[in-house]
């Protein structure tokens, strides 16, 4: 019997794995239904030997330096500032809008008192921001709105933007000047051998074992540990009783192409044309130097493995109903992405799972086990 179980070796997973074995000197079973590590984030060479991710981009960036200094434990790093162009009426212009973005688009040559001069003529009072067209259409104007955000929003989640929560096109800003970068965190870097290497160095303790292509199993899991961190869906754990929580799905088509390069960025977004979102070439993201290059096109669907919850407030209700259900079970802790049923970046799942371990040291007397969800 092991000191805990930890279903999932993403980031949550992996984060507490790691520290309840080496500040703990606990115990830990690692199970996921994968093959693989690292979670969404993992990444591995194709059959080409470029590195790509499987799950899509993954750019770490973040502010919170305690996430950047525990995470250096594991990897060093490799600078990486990341620039998206998005295919708006035939031409590539960068997204998030900026000055560039604006004057290629309607051949005019602003600076940026005159850029603000022409978002504020266009842009749409709006008295409650409320939806994530609120949040488009009352800082750039509805054209701007239907050419950037409102086809790709509604191919990424199946909604009209006036259908979800303003934090979704909110992570989205609008600059007048020129800085085309896609984030503006202080620390914007990619580990140095990959998002795989990095969770090995890890998961690499003796108190620490992993069962991958295993799924949980109530019946024969609960019994394994006293304790149990869970970062899979959080519906699924209570087995649904309350209802479905809605995910979001991706299909990842891999290709590689037998040219050098195919684009000028790691990733182009298609808000207009295509099936897909967005199409990424790694090496940019990499750096690696090859002669053939790798590209990932996403499709987003309803069916397949859960990588969105989908922020709507009717969604947040029937969340509420599973929380208030996993604070009567104090031996299991429900971390990350899908345990906690929101749509966190790396570095604040990292921060949840620091948080979490906090948490668990000041819980004083062990509690009984408590026969989850049943
Ligand atoms: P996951 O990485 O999903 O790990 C959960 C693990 O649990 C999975 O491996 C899963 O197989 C396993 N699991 C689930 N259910 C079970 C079960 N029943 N039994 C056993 N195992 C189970 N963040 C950024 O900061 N920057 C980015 O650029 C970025 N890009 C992204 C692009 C895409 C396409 C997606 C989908 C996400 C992106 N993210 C990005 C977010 C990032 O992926 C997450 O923040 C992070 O992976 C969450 O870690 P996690 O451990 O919560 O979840
Ligand atoms: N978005 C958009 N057009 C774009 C880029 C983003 O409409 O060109 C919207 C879309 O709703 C998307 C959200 O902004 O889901 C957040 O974008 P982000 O790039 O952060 O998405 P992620 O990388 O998490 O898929």
């Avoid at 993992?42 to 995470?71: K, M, W």
């Avoid at 909604?159 to 929560?165: A, G, N, V």
């Avoid at 182009?268 to 002669?291: D, F, I, M, S, W």
């Avoid at 948490?359 to 007397?365: E, G, K, S, V």
């Amino acid at each position: 019997m092991h000191d805990w179980l930890i279903v999932g070796a993403g980031f949550a997973g992996s984060v507490l794995a790691e520290r309840i074995a080496t500040q703990r000197g606990e115990t830990v079973i690692v199970i996921d239904k994968r093959d693989h590590i690292a979670g969404n984030a993992c990444d591995h060479f194709d059959e080409a030997g470029i590195l790509i991710h499987r799950y899509g981009p993954h750019i770490f960036h973040t502010n919170a330096t305690s996430v950047v200094q525990y995470l250096s434990q594991f990897t060093s790093w490799r600078p990486y500032n990341h620039r998206v162009l998005a295919r708006v009426d035939g031409q590539l212009v960068p997204i998030p809008i900026n000055l560039d973005t604006v004057n290629r688009l309607y051949g005019l040559s602003l600076d940026s008192q005159g850029m603000e001069k022409f978002l504020a003529a266009r842009r749409e009072a709006v008295a409650d921001i409320q939806t994530s067209e609120d949040v488009v259409v009352s800082t750039v104007g509805r054209e701007l709105y239907e050419k950037f955000f409102q086809g790709y929003t509604r191919k990424q989640w199946g909604l009209d933007p006036s259908q979800l929560s303003r934090a979704v096109t909110a992570r989205i800003p609008t600059r007048t000047d020129r800085d085309d970068r896609y984030f503006t965190d202080e620390f914007q870097h990619m580990p140095a051998d990959g998002y795989t290497a990095m969770f090995a160095n890890m998961l690499d303790h003796p108190n620490i074992d992993i069962e991958l292509g295993t799924s949980w199993n109530p019946q024969r899991d609960q019994a394994r540990a006293r304790r149990i961190v869970f970062t899979g869906p959080i519906d699924e754990f209570f087995d649904y009783r309350f209802g479905r929580l809605p995910y979001r799905s991706l299909r990842f088509v891999h290709e590689t192409k037998d040219i050098e390069w195919a684009q000028s960025v790691a990733v182009v977004n298609y808000p207009q044309t295509e099936a897909y979102t967005r199409v990424t070439e790694y090496k940019h993201l990499t750096g690696q130097v090859h002669p053939k290059t790798s590209l990932t096109y996403e499709y987003p669907t309803d069916d397949g493995d859960p990588y969105y919850p989908i922020p709507r407030p009717e969604n947040q209700e029937l969340y509420r109903m599973y929380r208030a259900a996993a604070e009567r079970l104090p031996d299991v802790w429900f971390v990350g992405r899908l345990g906690a049923y929101q749509y966190l970046n790396m570095d604040q799942v990292v921060a949840q799972s620091l948080a979490t371990f906090e948490r668990m040291n000041a819980q004083r007397a062990p509690t009984a086990f408590a026969r989850a969800a049943q």
